[in-house]
């Protein structure tokens, strides 16, 4: 089955940036939706971005115009660029890979958004 691996978590000041990646373990990826979830503590899981095998990205309205989800289908990653970062922005992120009745996730990246 597909694995994803996140990396590019970490701890940054409010009105940073940080650049997450998601890559997959086969080349499925391309014909795949991908999309990123974050959980925050005592909170439920919700998605943030997400983005179709052909492109289309959508975003959640809390981090429209400061997020930009992309994906490079020669590389089997998608990335979410975060600017201007606050500290509600701090959780969990994890990536997600669906396509016909696959369903996987990724183990998940920490943000930590703090002064």
């Known amino acids: 089955q597909v694995q994803l691996v996140e990396s590019g978590g970490g701890l940054v000041q409010p009105g940073g940036s940080l650049r997450l990646s998601c890559v997959a373990s086969?080349?499925?990826?391309?014909?795949?939706?991908m999309g990123w979830y974050r959980q925050a503590p005592g909170k439920q899981r919700e998605l943030v971005a997400s983005?179709?095998?052909?492109?289309?990205?959508n975003y959640a309205d809390s981090v429209k115009g400061r997020f930009t989800i992309s994906r490079d289908n020669a590389k089997n990653t998608v990335y979410l660029q975060m600017n201007s970062l606050k500290p509600e922005d701090t959780a969990v992120y994890f990536c997600?890979?669906?396509?016909?009745?696959?369903?996987?996730w990724g183990q998940g990246t920490q943000v930590t958004v703090s002064s």
């Open positions: 997600r890979l669906t396509v016909g009745r696959s369903d996987r």
């Open positions: 086969e080349s499925i990826f391309k014909i795949s939706n």
């Open positions: 983005i179709t095998s052909g492109g289309l990205s």
